[in-house]
């Protein structure tokens, strides 16, 4: 029973799915672990580290011909083996497409994306791993890039007043945003239209804005904002504006699975914001909660520097791997029993996370997108 791991091709990839401190625990599940030459040195693993934990150096070929493969982004579907299982972030919502491919190519696909938010998945929630950094790093982008000190410091030649820091969405990343800034000693306030999130906010210390949207359920069962109306979007910007241009930074975390990011920081309000100010869009990749966001990358207009790169958890790329390859590991361990591979598709947390097996698309929201 073989498991690979193979180097991530991707532009701006610099994770690995596996390090060397996880490679005893698949050998104790009773795999043998083969991974691609060069496969952790980005993220700074080197070769002679997996040696060390008995893993088997190999070529790519040999990696992604495993029976098992695990890996950050979808491999091409056309260098797997027919009936291979593949373990990875598929973004299936995304590019469904690829999904099909998978399929079509006789490979068994887990999306990781997928694990339901249930207390027993908890250690294999890689969307909540990674979005923990991308948070983290989004302040830190924002810290080097605004014209003043986050902290409130009083010194000889005066007092330097402290950044305001507005987060919208209280999610994982968002939290772990408000946190960071909070930590470097700015004023923060936070936003999100669950309001079940306000003890969250306000148990890091920073000041929940509650804005009144209507009637409507703005959370969904699996824990995830829902899409607002239009009539909602619009009360919401408007309410918003006078925050977002009041603040020095602004970092927004906003986003539907498969669907466009929502507008929140239109181009009119970033014209009314304070010149020197920062605007960090995490959403940038899925079309931006900042109307004047590129993705991938960063610009200044009206004096405001709006920062849209993506994969901010790959820019961590040896903290990002070690969280990723511990979710890996326990997801793993679903898929084996008594030392072989063993699908069990009625567990709940296979079954949501199975996206293509046995030729054919299984997830009716795949299903639903490539139609």
């Known amino acids: 029973m073989r498991v690979g791991i193979p180097k991530e091709v991707a532009d701006g990839e610099s994770r690995v799915a596996l390090v060397p401190d996880a490679v005893p625990k698949l050998v104790r599940l009773g795999f043998e672990v083969l991974v691609e030459r060069g496969a952790g040195e980005a993220s700074g693993f080197v070769d002679a580290a997996y040696e060390e934990k008995e893993a088997r150096l190999s070529e790519r070929s ?71 950094i991308a948070g983290y790093k989004a302040v830190l982008l924002a810290a080097a890039r605004l014209p003043k000190m986050f902290p409130l410091m009083m010194t000889a030649a005066g007092t330097v007043r402290p950044a305001r820091v507005f987060v919208l969405g209280a999610g994982v990343a968002g939290l772990q945003a408000i946190a960071t800034a909070r930590r470097l000693g700015a004023v923060v306030e936070g936003y999100d239209i669950r309001p079940d999130t306000k003890e969250q906010v306000l148990s890091l210390g920073a000041r929940f804005l509650e804005f009144d949207l209507g009637a409507g359920d703005t959370q969904d069962a699996g824990g995830y904002a829902k899409e607002l109306s239009d009539e909602q979007k619009a009360r919401q910007a408007e309410l918003m504006a006078e925050a977002i241009q009041a603040s020095d930074v602004v970092i927004t975390t906003a986003q539907v699975p498969g669907r466009k990011a929502p507008l929140l920081v239109p181009a009119k309000v970033v014209e009314g914001m304070k010149p ?56 793993l361990g679903l898929l084996v029993k008594e030392g072989a591979i063993a699908l069990d598709l009625e567990d709940e947390i296979l079954k949501a996370s199975l996206v293509c097996h046995e030729g054919q698309v299984k997830n009716s929201r795949v299903l639903e997108a490539l139609s």
């Open 62 to 132: 040999d990696a992604l011909g495993c029976e098992v493969v695990v890996a950050v982004a979808v491999p091409d579907p056309k260098q797997l083996a027919k009936g291979s299982v593949l373990v990875c972030s598929a973004e299936p919502l995304d590019q469904p497409e690829r999904i099909r491919d998978l399929a079509q190519a006789g490979v068994t696909c887990f999306a990781l994306e997928l694990v339901p938010r249930i207390s027993r998945a908890q250690a294999m929630d890689t969307l909540s791993s990674m979005a923990n």
């Open 276 to 331: 020197g100010s920062v605007i960090v869009d995490m959403a940038a990749t899925s079309g931006g909660n900042c109307e004047l966001s590129e993705s991938g990358k960063e610009v200044v207009r009206h004096g405001v520097t709006i920062v849209g790169f993506g994969n901010l958890a790959g820019s961590v790329a040896q903290s990002a791997s070690q969280l990723y390859a511990t979710n890996l590991v326990h997801f």
